[in-house]
């Protein structure tokens, strides 16, 4: 009795950690230009069409992943606090109703923070382990 026990507390703790293994570290990219840290509200604003600015007062264009990159749910659960349908349906009405546009979507972590690297406007959400010194972060998803 107490093997089969101790069995199945292995098997959660392995599935437990391999969770964490799946689930990585996501931040979001700026140019190195644009100086200061985003809250995610101020992330959110920008990603869902509400604001067009850094908290700087610089134009701001978000750059989206491909929906079908892991990171994609995780960033609109975690940071925009809307599930991927949540978020099809709001674009939808915005764009119906003449509000906005969704951001350019469909591209991989490389892409994006090459990107961002060479303009200013630009702002996306990357892998943390796929940053490197051509862009800076300004805030994170930390796992």
Request: aromatic share 8%; charged share 30%.
């Amino acid at each position: 009795m107490k093997s089969k026990l101790f069995i199945m507390v292995a098997l959660m703790l392995a599935m437990v950690g391999s969770h964490r293994v799946l689930a990585e570290d996501v931040v979001v990219i700026v140019n190195p230009n644009i100086k200061g840290s985003m809250s995610r509200h101020e992330v959110a604003q920008i990603f869902l069409g509400k604001s067009t600015q850094f908290p700087s007062g610089e134009m701001a264009k978000p750059l989206d992943i491909d929906p079908a990159d892991p990171n994609y749910e995780r960033f609109a659960r975690e940071v925009l606090r809307k599930s991927p349908e949540q978020l099809r349906a709001y674009w939808a009405k915005q764009v119906f109703t003449g509000r906005g546009s969704p951001p350019e979507a469909g591209k991989n972590d490389e892409v994006l923070r090459a990107l961002v690297a060479e303009d200013r406007r630009y702002l996306s959400y990357i892998s943390d382990d796929k940053k490197d010194a051509s862009v800076r972060v300004v805030f994170g998803i930390i796992e």
